[in-house]
């Protein structure tokens, strides 16, 4: 599975997940408001009559309800619901009277079980400053003043917001269950969509490498001939300028072609980081005086990765020669070892627009202005060292800085 | 002299069996696998070019029934010299990688023609385990560039990284002979041989 295949599926399960959650929290907010309303809806009846449903013996009296029900008087919610006819029967519910100043308690109605008289006093006495709200959990309360007389009404939700919890419960299980199945789901389909990506991916790598070796028995020829030109005839400017222009594409060929030398048998040993860095900015010394450009290196001595010597010492060479081609003013280098990990920057003023520059490693690509030819390899070379020794490469330009920071 | 050398580019081996001729002496060329078998059987040479693409025949095979005879062979590689190309068996004398000149290709030829009649002992490092062809050769045998390595080693003279998949590849058949030697690259010395208690 490639880099951005996993970053889709990662960055798709997040929107899932944070989808999934949202739509679960509205479900379960609004569920729990409505109950929160229903109990307010009941207390509210229950302080109009001060603190108590009327009882009577056989079918309840449907009559004290309906007169304030809204609409025609019709049941809101058949038998459930503040609406109900059921609900003098069903409501689990009590309610203390307070003299003014709390000191004086009578209990003015209860019809509940889990709590004692007493209990049920000691309880509301600590919500007389309060208006409405839950307490103990389920327990929703009103506290009402008539005539100088504080009462507290409370009464028991819990059989009512079993529901609740329960479709939360439910949906906390789905969320999971949806997650692991969206998970696979995008497993496939990430599959579909990279396949075709990873083969466009794989055909240009497979071009690239064909047309690496395609040029190579040619080369070989024009050089020979010319070889033998210069052996028949003697050598003279054009054969001189053949063999310099041959010399040139092989080395173009030996870049674009580099890639072979990480097929994983390649020399790994302790290379000197600090040393091929140095010593590659000190080879530079004069283009980087010639061209005007100033140098500041901060490199920690002894870092050490463990690499093809090669490879190492080219890439180095190639960040250094990436900023003698196109630093303006100045360029920086650092280097350091810390936690384990390897940190390399090299800067440049490079007059581009700020932003992330991670095209600069695509082949034959330029983002700047060379002062002299460049294929735009160098770079991708860098980047395939870095990606073979399972490190970072990334660039960047902030502040007119071109920035290429490598973690290894 | 007379030297073999089969490519499938028919420019590349007229114009390469001019230069050889000049450089080394009589050159024989095959574009195929099957004519490779046909020279041998036929002519006596005294190494062989191969390009390790050549069709009908494959460069495995041909390499093998090549030093079956005894003669020096040289595989011609359109991608880099790997270490896999080295252990692998059987193993050519050397490999070369194009692009290269005629005076690259006559100098691969003649070190391949020395080295493999030479029967030498390479000491590794001052003091260090002396290390027999024989007892390296007991493997897939040891090409020309690993031999090259090798003497420099034993000489004290400088390896170049460039050599990389040599010493991989000596580094591997030190380990399948049960050799401790290996080439470790240290800093400020470049590459040396020790012993693995090192």
Same mark, same amino acid.
């Given at each position: 599975m490639n880099k951005a295949e996993k970053k889709f599926r990662l960055y798709a399960i997040l929107v899932i997940f944070i989808l999934l959650t949202l739509l679960l929290a509205v479900i379960n907010g609004v569920n729990f408001t409505m109950a929160a309303e229903d109990a307010d809806q009941l207390t509210q009846m229950l302080a109009d009559r001060h603190g108590a449903f009327e009882r009577r013996d056989?079918?309840? &009296?449907e009559s004290q309800f309906r007169a304030e029900l809204?609409?025609?008087?019709?049941?809101?919610?058949g038998p459930m619901g503040p609406g109900s006819p059921e609900m003098n029967e069903s409501l689990r519910y009590f309610t203390v009277a307070f003299s003014e100043k709390g000191d004086r308690a009578e209990t003015v109605s209860f019809h509940v079980s889990a709590v004692t008289e007493d209990e049920a006093v000691t309880w509301t006495s600590g919500l007389l400053?309060?208006?409405?709200g839950w307490t103990r959990g389920t327990y929703r309360y009103r506290v009402y003043k008539d005539h100088g007389t504080v009462f507290v009404t409370v009464i028991d939700q819990g059989r009512e917001l079993l529901p609740s919890f329960r479709i939360l419960i439910i949906s906390a299980i789905g969320e999971v269950i949806a997650l692991i199945a969206g998970w696979f789901l995008l497993l496939a389909i990430g599959r579909k969509i990279y396949a075709p990506l990873e083969e466009a991916d794989r055909k240009q790598k497979l071009f690239i490498a064909n047309a690496n070796r395609e040029f190579r028995i040619p080369l070989t020829v024009i050089d020979g001939n010319t070889e033998l030109t210069e052996r028949r005839y003697g050598p003279d400017d054009q054969t001189r300028s053949t063999h310099r222009q041959v010399a040139k594409m092989n080395e173009l060929v030996d870049r674009l072609g580099s890639?072979?030398?990480? &097929?994983?048998?390649t020399a790994r040993v302790g290379v000197p980081l600090s040393e091929y860095l140095s010593a590659a900015i000190d080879r530079e010394a004069e283009q980087f005086a010639a061209r005007g450009i100033e140098v500041t290196a901060d490199i920690s001595p002894g870092v050490t990765v463990t690499a093809d010597p090669e490879a190492m010492n080219r890439l180095t060479a190639e960040l250094v020669g990436n900023a003698v081609k196109f630093a303006l003013t100045k360029a920086s280098f650092t280097l350091r070892g810390e936690k384990g990990s390897v940190l390399i920057e090299a800067a440049n003023d490079a007059g581009l627009p700020d932003g992330p520059a991670d095209q600069a490693f695509d082949r034959f690509t330029t983002l700047q202005n060379a002062k002299e030819s460049d294929a735009g390899l160098g770079l991708s070379f860098v980047k395939e060292t870095v990606r073979a020794l399972n490190g970072r490469a990334s660039a960047s330009v902030s502040g007119g800085i071109f920035t290429v920071r490598i973690v290894l | 002299m007379k030297i073999l050398f089969a490519a499938p580019d028919r420019d590349l081996l007229e114009c390469f069996r001019k230069l050889l001729e000049t450089d080394l002496g009589e050159t024989v060329t095959a574009f195929d696998g099957t004519q490779v078998l046909t020279l041998l059987a036929s002519e006596s040479v005294d190494a062989v070019i191969l390009d390790r693409?050549?069709?009908?025949?494959d460069h495995r095979t041909l390499v093998s029934k090549i030093r079956g005879k005894n003669i020096p062979v040289v595989v011609l590689t359109d991608g880099p010299v790997t270490a896999a190309m080295l252990t692998g068996?059987?193993?050519?004398?050397e490999y070369l990688s194009y692009p290269f000149d005629a005076n690259k290709l006559s100098g691969v030829i003649k070190n391949v023609l020395e080295t493999a009649s030479s029967c030498e002992t390479f000491r590794v490092g001052a003091g260090g385990p002396v290390i027999t062809r024989s007892r390296i050769e007991s493997g897939p045998g040891l090409t020309a560039g690993e031999i090259r390595v090798l003497r420099s080693l034993a000489n004290g003279e400088a390896v170049s990284s460039d050599d990389g998949a040599y010493i991989t590849s000596l580094n591997a058949k030190f380990a399948a002979c049960g050799s401790k030697t290996r080439i470790r690259y240290r800093a400020k010395k470049g590459f040396e041989t020790v012993t693995e208690d090192e």
């Open positions: 056989g079918a309840p &009296d809204p609409g025609n008087g019709e049941f809101r919610m400053k309060q208006k409405t890639a072979g030398i990480f &097929d994983g048998n | 693409d050549l069709p009908r025949v068996e059987p193993t050519a004398n």
